[in-house]
């Protein structure tokens, strides 16, 4: 009896270890989002042009939402052309790419867009309440939403060619939503 | 001390207009804060939302303000932020499924160690009170009569 309870101290250790080994493998980052599966909040904004950026127009296209910053260095920096490739290669097969601008200055966002000569829609979120709505809680993320209007992923992190690439062509090549 | 002076940092800038943002009906500051003080500040590190000088804290405390102005509950409000961000976004787990373990783990640790702690105690006590060792009856007889015939 008193040998087991010799063994019961360093024992009782071992599950909160296990705990803590298992917590330092995971990405702190890589938070799973409730949203993937449901329909995309639409939103109406502004582009840095002056023009309305409405989601809801946008029915019936494969959407990708970026989440951006200016400030957000390297990342950002890294997949602004690999989004306007991607834009210029998959616009003709029904893919809108949106950039929201969020956290910023509106000047360091513009001088953004014409450093990299986006030619997609970019619009600044000042309210926040976009990115809010998309459980936005760093940049860059992209959301890369179907046809029919509902999120089928989210990327965390600066999105590659062939990220974008696969994503895109795995959803164009589902069968379009009956209206 | 700390939680006053944020709290009174709160309310003043809480109260400050902003052109941003019109409330369709007045809204109860420390309610905004007993909201805010239960969400986490997205882009920082265990602080909340009432208590970051972030501008992303800022925002959501903006929403907060003013889904409880157009009239909903707190409990919604936190719901908003919930269908979101996932559980991820209260500071406080919930106490349900497995969640439930991070409120009862330190109960059961504190339990089992105070269960300890009464073992080792007892068991340290009685090494300390040895049994005296068994004195024989011609021993005593010996020791009575040396004590009588002492002067």
Request: proline fraction near 9%; aromatic fraction near 10%.
């Amino acid at each position: 009896m008193r040998r087991s309870w010799r063994w019961l101290l360093p024992l009782t250790a071992v599950p909160v270890l296990a705990l803590l080994a298992y917590g330092f493998r995971l990405n702190p980052r890589d938070i799973r989002s409730p949203l993937v599966g449901r329909p995309a909040a639409p939103f109406a904004l502004t582009s840095f042009e002056g023009t309305p950026m409405q989601l809801g127009a946008l029915r019936g296209q494969v959407v990708v939402l970026n989440f951006w910053a200016s400030w957000c260095y390297p990342a950002c920096y890294e997949e602004a052309p690999v989004l306007e490739r991607g834009w210029r290669a998959y616009r003709d097969r029904g893919v809108v790419v949106l950039g929201v601008d969020i956290q910023d200055k509106d000047e360091a966002g513009r001088k953004f867009i014409r450093e990299f000569n986006l030619t997609f829609p970019n619009a600044p979120d000042p309210s926040g309440k976009v990115s809010v709505d998309y459980g936005v809680y760093g940049v860059p993320e992209t959301y890369f939403i179907d046809r029919a209007g509902a999120i089928r992923v989210k990327h965390v992190s600066a999105v590659t060619d062939q990220v974008f690439r696969d994503t895109v062509e795995a959803l164009l090549a589902e069968p379009a939503p009956s209206r | 001390m700390r939680a006053a002076v944020l709290m009174a940092l709160f309310l003043l800038v809480g109260a400050w207009p902003s052109p941003a943002q019109q409330p369709s009906r007045p809204v109860d500051e420390r309610q905004v804060y007993e909201v805010a003080t239960d969400l986490r500040c997205v882009v920082c590190q265990t602080l909340s939302v009432a208590d970051s000088p972030s501008e992303m804290a800022n925002q959501m405390r903006a929403i907060v303000r003013e889904r409880l102005a157009s009239g909903e509950t707190p409990a919604q409000v936190r719901q908003y932020f919930v269908e979101r961000y996932g559980d991820w976004i209260l500071l406080a787990p919930p106490r349900r499924g497995f969640t439930l373990l991070v409120w009862l783990a330190p109960l059961v640790a504190v339990v089992v160690g105070l269960a300890l702690v009464a073992l080792l105690v007892r068991r340290w006590t009685g090494r300390r009170r040895p049994t005296p060792p068994p004195v024989d009856a011609a021993m005593s007889e010996r020791i009575r009569r040396e004590l009588e015939h002492e002067p």
